[in-house]
């Protein structure tokens, strides 16, 4: 019965219209910032790239926390950005958009 309990409880919360509009708010975010990587041909969105893809998602993730400071978020981007492509890029050899398609052409 405890169990029951708790269930109804937690999805008592989980189901409010506040925490569905976040949910909502976060999906959509999570789906443009993925998009920034690869675009959307069909619509004429060209590829972001890599490094737009991990600026964009660590600035977005960053201000979800209590304490968002713009200077480390942008340390923070460039040393993923490195790491990524060194990584992904150099080492792994993995093919794909690195730079926006209107820099890289």
Excluded: H
Aim: charged fraction near 5%; include cysteine; hydrophobic fraction near 55%.
């Amino acid at each position: 019965m405890d169990l029951i309990n708790n269930l109804s409880l937690g999805f008592g919360v989980a189901f409010t219209f506040q925490n569905l509009i976040y949910g909502f708010i976060g999906c959509l975010l999570g789906t443009l910032i993925g998009v920034l990587l690869g675009g959307l041909p069909s619509i004429g969105l060209p590829a972001m790239g890599l490094i737009a893809a991990i600026f964009g998602t660590t600035i977005v993730v960053s201000m979800a926390g209590d304490e968002f400071n713009f200077k480390e978020t942008i340390v923070l981007s460039a040393i993923l950005s490195v790491m990524s492509y060194a990584a992904f890029i150099m080492l792994l050899k993995l093919q794909f958009p690195v730079w926006p398609t209107f820099i890289s052409g």
